[in-house]
């Protein structure tokens, strides 16, 4: 199909949504050709002005050029200003993902292929090249966004193997925790996992199931994940987008706060000079063991947490690390111990360094690591209009 416009995109998912829809409600499974609907959100970084041409410039150079992470690929402009398509040769078959780039920096990307080659895609385009990240939803945004309509299922994962060095230490109730559930009690399910004598430090959401609804006939069914792909299917393309906008949105208005109350700046005021920023410091209520090996694990330029840098101990639980995030390259500066992380910002430095870490801090180390800025939580989700 030739789409060359957001209307040919929303009328052509919102067909496919309706026949993925019916056919899994009438035979319980989909066919072999068909796919759902899936968006991805990413946070972007492209060279210039953030303009339609600039775009194009920036994605033909990455995309096309020596450097390019795909051996076969095409980008190309539609008739819509800020509305692309990529074409990518991927390890099993073509891939068309479609570019919504009106917010620059915060792109909205769908796609109709399946799971393992556009998620292979994205893993792709967001490792290879620094200017590229997810969102990275922590456990307060999904449970935001499980508000916004009828909370129907949920995801947990946990995994702290990599952060233990015996196989569960005999204080670590689970090393490893991994577990879906569907139906209207899932919010029920998971309070009873977080009770104290429960599983309170492993129980992370990963992902939550919504139906939301613009009118009484209309709706979607959305899979919302923590790394900011949204799988849907129902009978309207529309609610998809709308809950997708929202979810933007809201992440870009967190993220904006965060860089504006952390970014340590310094400024001149006549002949006065001072700093304006704070810390943002991340408290552990599950204590690690060995700080030392918290270091190692974050700091070794690998994902999830794309850091480098070199812990110094400064006494026998707390070290300093002088850090860069591989992720449009800016520094940080970390200061570590066992239940308690401070993080400080450069003034020009990414906020989604800080909403990475804590994600996948709470995803490996606890599940209820908080992250404040003077004592207060960098972004408070209440409602779903608060």
Not at 29 to 55: A, C, F, N, Q, W
Not at 295 to 322: I, S, Y
Not at 328 to 340: A, N, S
Request: glycine share 6%.
């Amino acid at each position: 199909m030739d789409i060359q416009t957001r209307r040919d995109l929303a009328t052509y998912l919102e067909d496919r949504m309706t026949r993925s829809s019916s056919q899994l409600r009438e035979k319980q499974r989909l066919e072999y050709d068909t796919s759902l609907v899936k968006t991805y959100l990413l946070e972007v970084h492209p060279s210039g002005d953030g303009s339609h041409e600039s775009i194009v410039a920036y994605m033909k150079q990455v995309i096309e050029g020596e450097q390019s992470p795909f051996a076969s690929a095409r980008f190309r402009q539609t008739e819509e200003e800020h509305f692309f398509q990529l074409h990518i040769q991927a390890k099993k078959g073509e891939v068309d993902l479609y570019i919504d780039a009106t917010t620059p920096r915060f792109w909205i990307v769908h796609s109709m292929e399946g799971s393992a080659e556009v998620d292979w895609c994205i893993e792709r385009l967001s490792r290879a090249t620094p200017e590229f990240d997810t969102f990275w939803l922590p456990v307060p945004f999904l449970e935001w966004a499980a508000k916004t309509g009828m909370f129907s299922g949920l995801g947990l994962d946990f995994d702290a193997r990599d952060f233990i060095t015996q196989d569960i230490d005999s204080d670590q109730q689970v090393g490893y925790l991994k577990m879906q559930l569907w139906g209207n009690r899932a919010g029920d399910i998971l309070s009873t996992l977080r009770q104290a004598k429960a599983f309170p430090h492993e129980t992370t959401l990963s992902k939550v199931k919504v139906r939301f609804s613009l009118d009484d006939e209309s709706y979607s069914v959305d899979d919302i994940k923590f790394n900011g792909k949204i799988t849907a299917r129902g009978t309207s393309f529309q609610c998809h987008q709308t809950l997708v906008t929202n979810i933007q949105r809201r992440y870009a208005d967190a993220l904006r706060d965060l860089e504006y109350r952390a970014r340590i700046i310094h400024e001149t005021e006549g002949s006065r000079w001072r700093i304006k920023g704070s810390p943002v410091t991340f408290r552990f209520r599950a204590p690690v063991k060995d700080a030392s090996i918290l270091c190692e694990r974050l700091f070794r330029c690998v994902p999830p947490f794309r850091l480098w840098g070199v812990p110094v101990r400064f006494t026998d639980d707390c070290f300093h690390v002088a850090a860069v995030d591989l992720h449009v390259g800016h520094p940080l500066d970390f200061e570590i111990g066992k239940d308690w992380m401070r993080v400080y910002l450069h003034e020009h430095s990414c906020g989604n360094t800080i909403i990475r870490l804590w994600t996948n801090l709470q995803h490996t180390v606890d599940s209820e690591v908080e992250a404040e800025i003077d004592g207060e939580p960098i972004y408070v989700f209440q409602s779903p209009n608060g």
